[in-house]
Structure formats: C-alpha cells, structure tokens
C-alpha cells in the first residue's frame, strides 16, 4: 500500500446542498466524507443505487460542483487551488458521461468536439490538433476521417467512442466514467468496457468506474467501493467484495442482480430491502441503513459504526462486524456466551416491503 | 405453436409495417407466439428488435394510424385483436389486457392523486359510483403492497419514489381485473433493488390472480427470475422460442447463444466480455434471408435462404436455417 502510486485521492470529501422543504431551506449532505484512492493503471469501481450521492461524488472531483475537504491530484491538492490554478490541473481529470445522444454538440463535426479541449488547453496548430484527433480516434477503434462527420450519423456506441476520444484527447491521468455504458445494449456495451481495458493497457489510464449495475463493475474493477446515502458503507478488492460481501447493503445489492440463469436464480432467496432510501435531510441516527437492514440490531439505531477492517481487504461500516457496545472498557460480547455474528445468514423467505 | 385450444393468446404471423419514404416497410414481420393462461412470456432482444412494436401493435397502440399498417392474427378469447373497432379496443385495454410502462414518472399525471387516477381507470370500464371507484382503487393499491393504501390514495405522483410509483401503475393495471398484463420493461428504470421487489411482487399478482404476462426486457437476468416461457427477437422477427429452462440450459439460435454468453455475471470467471461483431440491421436493410448472418460465427453461404420459425421439439421453435447443427461448431 505504498501511496506514492496514487493517482486521485479523497480526504473527508463532503458536498451539501440548500434545498427547501415544506417551504424552509434546510442543507442536504450528499456527499458525507468519502475516502477514496484511486492507484495508477487501477479502475475502482463505484456503485450504488440512484440518490446514493455517486453521481453528486463524480461532480465534486471534476470540481462541477463546490464540496469540502480534499482532493488530490497526482499527489497534489487542487482542493484549494484557485479556478484560474486548478484549470491547469483539469487536464489530468476527464470525465465520460451516460447519454451518448446528449453529450455531443450536433452542430459540430466530431473532430471539432474532440479538438475543442486541444483549443483551450494546448498551443497545437490546427494541423497539429487534426493529427491529435485522428490519433484518438484510432485509439478509440474508429477511423480516422470519422473527424469530419456529424454526430447523428453514428450509433449509440460509436457515439460513446467519439465522446472517450474527446476525455483522452489530453492525455489525462484519471477517467471518471459515470454510468458511461448503462444505455448501451448489452453487446455493445461489452465493446466499450473492452475499449476502456485496452486503454487502459495502452495509455496508461486510471479510471473511477461508476455503475449500478454490479456485473459490470465486477468484470472492470480492481477495487470497489459500495455508496449509500452519502458515505462509502464498504470497500475492498472486486474478488473480496463479490465473494464475501461484508456489509448486509452490499449483501442485498448483489443478491438483487438476477443471475441469467433459472436455476440458480430460482434457487436463490431473495433478500428484499424494506421501504425506500431515507430522506438525506435527515439520516437516520446510528447507521444510515439501520431501517432497511434485515440484519438490524439494537446498536445499529444507536451508535454510527466505526469502519471496520475486513479480512480479505478493504473495510465495511457495519456493527456485524465490530464486536458490539463496550461496557467497562469491554466489548459486551466477550462477557457473554454468543459473539456477535460476523458471517450473517441470509432471511428465508421475502422481507415484508413497507415504508 | 402447439395446445391452440387453450392459449389466451394466439398472434399469427403478426406484421407491422411502416411508410418510409413512400416505401411500406416491416419493421415487424412473421411474429407468431401464443400465451397461456396464467403463463408468463418474455420477449427479449435488444433495442430496436420490434418487442415494443409487437406489444403496441397488439393494443392497438400501432399500426392503425396513417403511414403504418398491420397485419396478421391476434386471437384472443375468440375474438382478433387486430381487427377491433375503436370502441371495442377501448374496452378490451385495461379491461382484458392491461399494460404497464418502462416510464412511471411520465405513465402518470402529476396533478391528479393517484387514487383518483386509479379510479377513473376503474369508471371507464364499470358502471360504478365514484365513492365505489376510489374504494376499488385503494383495494388495488393494497394489492400491490402499498403501504397504508388509504392515506397514500390522496398523494400525487412527485410523493412517490420509483419503485411506488411503478407499483401505482400495476394496481391501475390490474385494477379491472384483465386476464393479462402487457409489461413493457417495466423495472429498466428502476435500482437492481427495487427491481427484485417489482419482480417478487409481479410473481405474487400473477400466481395470486391468475394472470397472464407478456415481459417485454432486454435482461436476460430478468427473464430468468421471471418468465415460464421466451421469444427472443432479432431484427423484427423472433428467432427462437421456447421454455426458459430449456432454452438457457442449450440455446438453439447462434444469437440467443450470443446474447446469453455476452451477460456480464456477479459469479464465475472474470474474463474479458463476449460482444456480437457489427450491429442490427436496419428495418430498410432487413433481408430476406437469415437477418443475423452478417454477425453469425457460424454462417455458411446457404445462410441467405428465406428462414422460417420451425418447431423442432414440442414447443420448441428455431428460425436458424441450419437448425442445431451449428452447435459441433461452438468454441468453449
């Protein structure tokens, strides 16, 4: 775990929002403290369901949107850098977004989206930013003189192509790509994530993988961090995570992605989350997902879990895995007979759904 | 294609063509499926493969307008969907068959309470009092597992998160008591989580009230949460169809076998991801021959016959022109 290979971290990153309710205003924390690091030529996957706060997380790193604590870049905080100082940093940032329908000018020749960046942060001639965008463009898979075509002329994933050219164009570091193939079908879908591993091999790229869908994040990630309501609830290497999900949220996000197969879809019990994701103006006390969790006990409405390291790697905040309330300077678990259960079994049968 | 007599549904070569420039093209075409009683059909494909198109044109949403134009069979309770006049297909949607959206946020009017939504559905298709209307409505409502039914009948949409909302629009669905539900993608929109709940709850309606379903996904997931039986769809036509056990454990289609290898897993090895090379046709570019050659491993130059959905095994069908043969072929 040497940090010298880091290539974006977050210390305490927080982002609130004014909204009003009920006709007051009242802040909204969409992001409350995330700690994330992201090593050079790693993908660490994000997921989590929609008001989760991965979105809103994305915005604050590409400084979309103001937020607190840290962030750096290439070790370096820009956190506090001025916008004039910082736009000499975004370069090593760029961002890929999920509508390839909408994140391209359609007034504007391909090569003309994909050189706009080169105009606005390099020198190059135009010769030299016509020769850099028929480079990115066979980076990409596609042929060089697509550059002089529009964008409806080609398809959705060829679109998706178009628009990772333009993020690589300058050379960044760091992809954020948020839910960059969800509208794809899934063929062509497999093609881009295939795109991003190979370049990732090519140039060197990092990426910040942000997706709901959990089988995808599964084939791309080496590491990943699971969100809800603001905070990352666990992390840890894709293979600890997918194999031994230590958080009950995590648990029921995985048990809900449906296995293209009957049998063993069939065969499995279905853990069904109770009620809806809680109003972020005002979390719940203790755990935020105490509410909805089959596996709350009385602790979890009470006390905020510490993060607690997992074997296999990586940390969960969850009370299954602490060794509970401490009385006396000692755990209650130990001065009783059974230890708090490290391993939960899933509940037969379907949780009742209500609010 | 076999047990005609008790089939609730039976569509025969359903056909929907479109103006394009003055020439009719079929953007669907030799769609023939039937649905039991109390059986769930999933339509899979990818997009553009005419699994919404068939379902529009079955209610009549397609088809009947100026510039397009439908054709075939649609049996349904001895009566042919295709050929209802406008009254008779008023009361047939919602009635008989119902259909839920992808979309439950623009499904439903903001400015009206949902209870009173549900209950105007109601009034369309029985002659009862509003105050009896809204009563049934909050039945509905507590049928699909709202939660507190009476107090939420008086909320308006935007009160609602996704997944409730898509359940306000199954309780309109089944409101009427219809014999089957058309669900068009129903829970695409929604988080993996709230799509078990939506699929746990459509499982219950369907063993509870006896319906019948057509589950329009793209998921291949989904269909085997769900679905007792499947029509796969590749560029207007179905290519495969079959039981769901039966055809996920061997596939008799190359493209079904495609699309189920390209499924990215949470089990299993990790391996780089399958894709299928090229992309669907175009309904102006539609063949006569077999539609998926282009992509096909296993195409030979016999591919470009006319194709046919061949029953091969009872209840069994297969459009590929060399039948199961291609399968000595298969790599690992």
Same mark, same amino acid.
């Given at each position: 775990?040497?940090?010298?290979?880091?290539?974006?971290?977050?210390?305490?990153?927080?982002?609130?929002?004014?909204?009003?309710?009920?006709?007051?205003?009242?802040?909204?924390?969409?992001?409350?403290?995330?700690?994330? +690091?992201?090593?050079?030529?790693?993908?660490?996957?994000?997921?989590?369901?929609?008001?989760?706060?991965?979105?809103?997380?994305?915005?604050?790193?590409? =400084?979309?949107?103001?937020?607190?604590?840290?962030?750096?870049?290439?070790?370096?905080?820009?956190?506090?850098?001025?916008?004039?100082?910082? =736009?000499?940093?975004?370069?090593?940032?760029?961002?890929?977004? *999920?509508?390839?329908?909408?994140?391209?000018?359609?007034?504007?020749?391909?090569?003309?989206?994909?050189?706009?960046?080169?105009?606005?942060?390099? +020198?190059?001639?135009?010769?030299?930013?016509?020769?850099?965008?028929?480079?990115?463009?066979?980076?990409?898979?596609?042929?060089?003189?697509?550059?002089?075509?529009?964008?409806?002329?080609?398809?959705?994933?060829?679109?998706? =192509?178009?628009?990772?050219?333009?993020?690589?164009?300058?050379?960044?570091?760091?992809?954020?790509?948020?839910?960059?193939?969800?509208?794809?079908?899934?063929?062509? *879908?497999?093609?881009?994530?295939?795109?991003?591993?190979?370049?990732?091999?090519?140039?060197?790229?990092?990426?910040?993988?942000?997706?709901?869908?959990?089988?995808?994040?599964?084939?791309?990630?080496?590491?990943?961090?699971?969100?809800?309501?603001?905070?990352?609830?666990?992390?840890?290497?894709?293979?600890?995570?997918?194999?031994?999900?230590?958080?009950?949220?995590?648990?029921?996000?995985?048990?809900?992605?449906?296995?293209?197969?009957?049998?063993?879809?069939?065969?499995?019990?279905?853990?069904?989350?109770?009620?809806?994701?809680?109003?972020?103006?005002?979390?719940?006390?203790?755990?935020?997902?105490?509410?909805?969790?089959?596996?709350?006990?009385?602790?979890?409405?009470?006390?905020?879990?510490?993060?607690?390291?997992?074997?296999?790697?990586?940390?969960?905040?969850?009370?299954?895995?602490?060794?509970?309330?401490?009385?006396?300077? =000692?755990?209650?678990?130990?001065?009783?007979?059974?230890?708090?259960?490290?391993?939960?079994?899933?509940?037969?049968?379907?949780?009742?759904?209500?609010? | 294609?076999?047990?005609?007599?008790?089939?609730?549904?039976?569509?025969?070569?359903?056909?929907?063509?479109? #103006?394009?420039?003055?020439?009719?093209?079929?953007?669907?075409?030799?769609?023939?499926?039937?649905?039991?009683?109390?059986?769930?059909? &999933?339509?899979?494909?990818?997009?553009?493969?005419?699994?919404?198109?068939?379902?529009?044109?079955?209610?009549?949403?397609?088809?009947?307008?100026?510039?397009?134009?439908?054709?075939?069979?649609?049996?349904?309770?001895?009566?042919?969907?295709?050929?209802?006049?406008?009254?008779?297909?008023?009361?047939?949607? &919602?009635? #008989?068959?119902?259909?839920?959206?992808?979309?439950?946020?623009?499904?439903?009017?903001?400015?009206?309470?949902?209870?009173?939504?549900?209950?105007?559905?109601?009034?369309?298709?029985?002659?009862?009092?509003?105050?009896?209307?809204?009563?049934?409505?909050?039945?509905?409502?507590?049928?699909?597992?709202?939660?507190?039914?009476?107090?939420?009948?008086?909320?308006?949409?935007?009160?609602?998160?996704?997944?409730?909302?898509?359940?306000?629009?199954?309780?309109?669905?089944?409101?009427?008591?219809?014999?089957?539900?058309? !669900?068009?993608?129903?829970?695409?929109?929604?988080?993996?989580?709230?799509?078990?709940?939506?699929?746990?709850?459509?499982?219950?309606?369907?063993?509870?009230?006896?319906?019948?379903?057509?589950?329009?996904?793209?998921?291949?997931?989904?269909?085997?949460?769900?679905?007792?039986?499947?029509?796969?769809?590749?560029?207007?036509?179905?290519?495969?169809?079959? #039981?769901?056990?039966?055809?996920?454990?061997?596939?008799?289609?190359?493209?079904? #076998?495609?699309?189920?290898?390209?499924?990215?897993?949470?089990?299993?090895?990790?391996?780089?991801?399958?894709?299928?090379?090229?992309?669907?046709?175009?309904?102006?570019?539609?063949? !006569?021959?077999?539609?998926?050659?282009?992509?096909?491993?296993?195409?030979?130059?016999?591919?470009?016959?006319?194709?046919?959905?061949?029953?091969?095994?009872?209840?069994?069908?297969?459009?590929?022109?060399?039948?199961?043969?291609?399968?000595?072929?298969?790599?690992?």
């Amino acid at each position: 775990m040497s940090t010298d290979n880091i290539v974006m971290q977050t210390e305490d990153l927080k982002v609130s929002f004014p909204v009003r309710r009920a006709g007051h205003s009242t802040i909204v924390q969409a992001v409350r403290g995330v700690d994330i +690091k992201l090593r050079a030529g790693e993908t660490l996957g994000l997921v989590g369901e929609s008001g989760s706060g991965k979105s809103t997380l994305a915005r604050a790193l590409m =400084r979309l949107i103001p937020s607190e604590g840290t962030v750096r870049l290439g070790g370096r905080d820009v956190s506090h850098l001025k916008a004039s100082a910082f =736009r000499k940093e975004r370069k090593r940032i760029q961002m890929v977004f *999920q509508d390839p329908y909408s994140s391209l000018n359609p007034s504007l020749t391909v090569g003309a989206s994909i050189a706009e960046p080169l105009k606005v942060h390099t +020198k190059l001639t135009a010769a030299e930013r016509a020769e850099r965008v028929g480079e990115v463009l066979t980076l990409v898979g596609l042929n060089a003189d697509y550059a002089d075509r529009y964008p409806d002329e080609f398809s959705g994933g060829q679109r998706q =192509r178009i628009a990772i050219a333009r993020a690589i164009v300058l050379n960044p570091e760091v992809l954020v790509c948020d839910e960059a193939v969800s509208a794809l079908d899934v063929s062509t *879908q497999n093609q881009v994530i295939n795109l991003l591993e190979e370049l990732r091999d090519k140039i060197g790229l990092s990426y910040l993988f942000i997706s709901h869908d959990l089988a995808v994040v599964r084939h791309i990630s080496d590491y990943v961090a699971v969100m809800y309501l603001g905070e990352i609830v666990e992390e840890g290497p894709v293979d600890r995570i997918f194999e031994a999900a230590a958080h009950p949220y995590t648990q029921v996000l995985m048990n809900a992605v449906p296995i293209p197969d009957p049998v063993a879809q069939r065969a499995t019990t279905k853990l069904l989350l109770r009620g809806d994701i809680p109003d972020p103006t005002n979390p719940p006390v203790g755990c935020t997902f105490h509410q909805r969790c089959p596996f709350a006990m009385e602790i979890c409405g009470q006390q905020v879990p510490p993060k607690v390291e997992i074997p296999g790697g990586g940390i969960a905040k969850c009370h299954l895995h602490t060794s509970g309330p401490v009385l006396a300077g =000692r755990p209650i678990s130990t001065l009783t007979e059974s230890p708090a259960a490290t391993s939960p079994v899933p509940v037969s049968g379907h949780s009742e759904f209500s609010l | 294609m076999t047990n005609a007599k008790d089939a609730l549904l039976s569509v025969e070569n359903l056909r929907l063509e479109i #103006d394009v420039n003055g020439v009719w093209t079929p953007v669907v075409e030799d769609v023939s499926f039937e649905v039991r009683q109390g059986e769930t059909l &999933g339509l899979v494909g990818e997009s553009g493969s005419g699994k919404s198109v068939s379902a529009m044109s079955l209610m009549g949403f397609m088809g009947r307008q100026r510039g397009q134009r439908v054709s075939g069979t649609a049996t349904f309770q001895g009566r042919d969907l295709l050929r209802l006049n406008d009254r008779e297909l008023e009361s047939m949607r &919602g009635n #008989d068959i119902a259909m839920v959206f992808q979309e439950p946020m623009t499904s439903l009017d903001p400015a009206f309470k949902v209870g009173n939504q549900i209950a105007a559905g109601i009034r369309v298709h029985q002659d009862v009092t509003a105050s009896k209307a809204k009563e049934m409505a909050i039945e509905a409502m507590d049928k699909v597992r709202i939660p507190n039914a009476r107090v939420r009948a008086d909320n308006y949409p935007h009160e609602f998160s996704g997944g409730m909302r898509q359940r306000v629009l199954i309780a309109m669905a089944i409101a009427n008591n219809p014999s089957m539900l058309i !669900a068009d993608e129903p829970t695409t929109a929604l988080d993996v989580s709230v799509q078990a709940q939506i699929l746990t709850l459509l499982t219950e309606m369907k063993e509870d009230l006896g319906l019948a379903m057509i589950f329009i996904t793209h998921n291949m997931g989904v269909v085997a949460d769900i679905c007792d039986r499947l029509a796969v769809m590749y560029a207007g036509q179905i290519v495969e169809e079959g #039981d769901v056990f039966e055809t996920f454990a061997a596939p008799q289609h190359p493209y079904t #076998d495609r699309l189920l290898a390209a499924m990215p897993r949470i089990t299993g090895p990790r391996g780089s991801l399958e894709w299928i090379p090229g992309s669907p046709p175009r309904p102006t570019d539609f063949s !006569a021959g077999c539609r998926f050659a282009p992509r096909c491993r296993h195409r030979l130059e016999s591919c470009e016959r006319p194709t046919t959905l061949l029953e091969i095994s009872p209840g069994r069908s297969n459009r590929c022109l060399r039948g199961t043969t291609w399968m000595e072929e298969r790599e690992s």
